[in-house]
């Protein structure tokens, strides 16, 4: 198993940042890749940025894309989500996600363990 704290979020007026982590433990050695999820109110849970822990490829969602970035620290094993200029359509929980095996996707369905969750707050 793998367990997944996430920690960072909080209130910031629009064309702020943000940064975001996500601490893994357990049976890290396991999961081939991470991601970010966010859910607004009233939404479905939506991919933002994903990185493949051994090659450090990342892919973003369009919304997202030059504005937010992801990393990752292995011997740490912590991942981050660099959020600058952000906006109220940012505002959601925010997700960690790890993946055991695989290609890297997009969605939620690919992914097999969670945290649970960090509340990020864009002010107008």
């Known amino acids: 198993q793998v367990q997944l704290v996430e920690s960072g979020g909080g209130l910031v007026q629009t064309g702020g940042s943000l940064r975001l982590s996500c601490a893994a433990s357990g049976r890290t050695f396991m999961t081939s890749h991470m991601a970010w999820f966010r859910q607004a109110p009233g939404k479905e849970r939506e991919f933002v940025a994903a990185?493949?822990?051994?090659?450090?490829?990342?892919k973003y969602a369009d919304s997202v894309k030059g504005r937010f970035a992801i990393s990752t620290d292995n011997s740490k094993n912590t991942i981050n989500l660099q959020m600058n200029s952000l906006k109220p359509e940012d505002t959601a929980v925010y997700y960690c996600?790890?993946?055991?095996?695989?290609?890297?996707?997009?969605?939620?369905?690919?992914?097999?363990?969670w945290g649970q969750g960090t509340q990020v707050t864009v002010s107008s």
């Open positions: 996600a790890a993946a055991r095996q695989g290609p890297l996707r997009v969605g939620s369905a690919s992914y097999d363990y």
């Open positions: 990185i493949l822990r051994n090659s450090g490829f990342t």
